[in-house]
């Protein structure tokens, strides 16, 4: 062994130990980076001075300080591992392969450098840096030094040269110190004796070996302190490495025509083929912010959360870790998240999305049911964005690739995902306390994953399943058993179930086509053609309805002719309180959704399901739609709130966020948001401002009164919303406002200066019939269209008098 603590040529190193390697928790070569260019050319330029220099000279050797690191093995296979003085012994490495190329010296560079066909000098931070170090001892280029303009490209162009090896930062950067290289050197002759010379050395170091320090990888990364440090992430890839070494005991995975054991082949897929999936998907995706690392790393967080065991009691704690929090390696080793199930379900999934070697390789045939590339973008980018339905969909996807990854069939798989996606959205399992249930619920389908629809179609028993509505199962079982017994039924559930609103749940044209009765008296095995065939008439038939009322994010809204059209059938509105009921918003997940109608699990959506159903039956498909809708709202003889809306559009489109406050069938108010203590206008007086006064006011059939142009909002309730005409005269204005009592209106005069003028009142009070006291007139709910047009009147003529006097 080389005696440490001397000053030894890189040569002696090297005749000490059967081989020098870069420790895995090092980082990559630095002096070669394109940021390095200075330093680079400070340190070639001192190398050059003193290799030009006479062999005796005084000033010689150059001595690059200290080298430090452990020794490993016993003498004569015993390894150095450099801990300060890699970048200095990789140039100098580079420096002799290089020299040897120049001076025709490879015999001797060879039995210096390569043993049973391995580099003596290598690294271990990557396999790819290790494998191409053995590349680069064996090549020795065909090319004279002089005929060779770019070095770096030369070694590229070679066939043993991998594609994937210009992702690895070490190799990069040893090209461009190799380019460097030939650029300072080109013109040497005999560097090679030089730079080997044990009697007259030309450069130095001094060695020292710390092995009795017993250095730990903490300390590695510690003194790492020049050059660019490791990532975090590539702390944590390299100790998860590491305690691969401990699981998977006479496991093996193969690479082209290799076995290696399973940390070995994770490490280097981590650097080749996985690494160059996401590189792929990183430069392709224009708005990903993430860098690479990020995305891997991202990608073990949610790889981690989708390989805990529901039934383990610390699962909810781990769920809420790894959804709300961006754990660092110690929590993924304290926790116990990088066991064998985490390595297990990852491998297959990477191997699976890169195995064209072209980017990222999607399994399903389709997006109809689970976008892969949608999610492997959010989950890579930002996995903490992921909400919980999308992790169980993800939960069910990668359990699918691990089970079946020798196998894998496109259909079976998508026929597994449509169903995940159909119990999976059409739950409420919402938020990271349910979604150990979820998991679990998954767990129990997972055995029947490849023939998921046989097992649907005769399934008996929905223990263990709990976390999914019954109803949700009750309908794949049905349909499952409808697709394995008559073809016509395929196209039809694929082009429904494919609607963006309905996303999957069709019970109610089920129960619509009668299918669902149909299957209560006899089960679908049992069916002959023609039954099939009648109820996959109606099911298209209220299918072509279904797609002209619901576009992908909800209710066709133009002119909202549905609700008007549905309200002259019955009345829909879900109860939201004693006092408060919807007119039903398209966000699906919310409960007074039109979603919640089609679903029509609770009573008030049961309603309003039927009352849908009615509406359709009475239109026909093979005319316009629209125009059969005018005919129905026009011809309503309604009692008098629902003709209110019925009539007029302008009562829902005020109600921005669906939802009125109901007192009586009288007394019903608008509200622009949920509540009263915002503004709100009132039913009857706000439709007959906005349908009937305000054209007749653009016509100016109301002078010398004033329509004013806004209806009058209020978000007091001591204070009644309404509509006002202003007269002006003699440079004042006389206000009369009109509020609905619930009976009818009530007309106040607002101005004070009426006062001012007894001739007025009078006449108000004599011609229009005004309170005198109050200055009030109410005009009966009987009356009200026709007593409130008389009243203007009045009001008119009193202001005609009033003028005339």
Request: aromatic share 12%; glycine share 6%; charged share 25%.
């Amino acid at each position: 062994m080389t005696e440490t603590g001397k000053q030894v040529v890189f040569k002696q190193l090297l005749d000490g130990h059967r081989s020098i390697q870069i420790p895995m928790i090092q980082r990559d070569f630095a002096q070669g980076r394109e940021s390095a260019e200075e330093i680079r050319r400070d340190f070639l330029t001192a190398l050059d001075a003193a290799l030009q220099l006479p062999a005796d000279d005084p000033s010689l050797p150059l001595n690059l300080d200290f080298v430090y690191g452990s020794v490993e093995g016993s003498d004569g296979e015993s390894r150095f591992s450099p801990l300060d003085g890699q970048q200095r012994l990789t140039t100098l490495f580079l420096l002799h392969w290089y020299f040897a190329w120049k001076d025709d010296r490879w015999g001797e560079f060879k039995t210096l450098f390569e043993l049973d066909g391995h580099s003596r000098f290598t690294y271990r931070v990557r396999p790819s840096s290790s494998d191409f170090f053995d590349f680069l001892v064996a090549f020795r280029p065909e090319y004279s030094p002089k005929d060779v303009l770019s070095l770096s490209e030369l070694i590229v162009d070679q066939p043993q040269y991998f594609r994937n090896w210009r992702f690895d930062p070490t190799i990069r950067a040893t090209l461009v110190m190799l380019d460097s290289i030939h650029e300072y050197f080109s013109g040497s002759k005999g560097f090679f004796g030089r730079i080997t010379n044990l009697e007259q050395p030309a450069i130095t170091f001094q060695l020292l070996d710390l092995k009795k320090f017993d250095l730990s990888d903490d300390l590695y990364i510690k003194m790492n302190a020049r050059g660019m440090p490791l990532t975090p992430f590539e702390t944590f890839k390299a100790r998860y490495v590491q305690g691969l070494e401990k699981q998977f005991h006479g496991q093996v995975r193969r690479i082209g025509d290799q076995e290696f054991p399973i940390h070995d082949f994770v490490s280097r897929r981590m650097d080749t083929a996985w690494m160059d999936l996401f590189w792929t998907e990183n430069k392709s995706e224009t708005k990903r912010s993430a860098s690479v690392d990020d995305n891997i790393f991202n990608l073990f967080r949610v790889a981690a959360l989708l390989t805990r065991d529901p039934d383990n009691q610390n699962c909810l704690r781990d769920v809420n870790l790894l959804t709300k929090t961006r754990p660092d390696y110690s929590t993924f080793h304290n926790h116990n998240w990088l066991d064998e199930e985490f390595t297990a379900t990852l491998v297959p999934l990477l191997e699976q999305w890169c195995r064209t070697g072209t980017g990222f390789a999607p399994l399903l045939p389709n997006n109809d049911y689970f976008d892969e590339k949608k999610l492997l973008f959010k989950m890579t980018s930002d996995s903490l964005g992921l909400d919980i339905p999308e992790l169980l969909l993800l939960f069910g996807y990668v359990l699918f690739i691990k089970l079946h990854e020798k196998s894998l069939d496109a259909n079976e798989f998508q026929q597994w995902m449509r169903i995940v996606h159909n119990l999976v959205i059409n739950s409420n399992i919402d938020r990271a306390e349910r979604l150990p249930g979820g998991m679990a619920a998954v767990l129990m389908l997972l055995p029947y994953s490849n023939r998921i629809l046989e097992h649907l179609a005769s399934l008996d028993s929905t223990e263990g399943l709990s976390s999914f509505p019954k109803r949700q199962i009750d309908e794949e079982t049905l349909k499952s058993a409808l697709l394995l017994n008559h073809d016509g039924w395929r196209a039809l559930i694929d082009r429904a179930e494919r609607h963006g609103y309905f996303r999957g749940q069709i019970e109610f044209l089920l129960e619509f086509c009668g299918a669902i009765n149909e299957s209560q008296e006899n089960a679908a095995k049992d069916w002959d053609d023609a039954t099939h065939e009648e109820c996959q008439r109606r099911f298209e038939g209220y299918l072509v309805k279904a797609e002209a009322t619901f576009t992908d994010s909800g209710l066709d809204n133009t002119s909202f002719l549905w609700q008007r059209a549905l309200l002259s059938i019955g009345d829909y509105l879900f109860p939201m309180t004693s006092q408060r009921k919807s007119l039903l918003f398209d966000a699906p997940t919310d409960v007074n959704s039109w979603k919640r109608l089609l679903r029509g699990y609770q009573s008030h959506e049961a309603n309003g399901r039927r009352l849908l159903k009615s509406l359709w039956d009475r239109l026909d498909a093979r005319a316009a739609f629209a125009d059969q809708l005018e005919t129905l709202i026009s011809g309503s003889a309604l009692e008098p709130w629902r003709e209110a809306f019925v009539k007029s559009p302008t009562a829902i489109r005020y109600c921005v966020r669906r939802t009125i406050r109901w007192s009586s069938d009288r007394e019903i108010y608008l509200l622009s948001k949920t509540q009263m203590n915002s503004a709100h206008a009132e039913l009857f007086s706000y439709t007959f401002f906005r349908d009937e006064l305000v054209p007749k006011q653009a016509k100016g059939e109301f002078s010398p009164l004033h329509l004013s142009p806004e209806y009058y909002f209020t978000n007091e309730t001591g204070i009644e919303p309404g509509f006002r005409f202003n007269w002006v005269n003699g440079g004042k204005w006389f206000t009369f406002e009109f509020e609905w009592n619930g009976e009818g209106y009530d007309l106040y005069i607002l101005s004070e200066d009426i006062g001012q003028r007894p001739f007025a009142k009078q006449a108000l009070i004599d011609k229009a019939g005004f309170n005198e006291s109050h200055l009030l007139k109410r005009l009966s709910r009987q009356t009200s269209v026709a007593g409130f047009y008389d009243c203007l009147k009045a009001i008119r003529d009193a202001i005609k008098s009033e003028q005339s006097a």
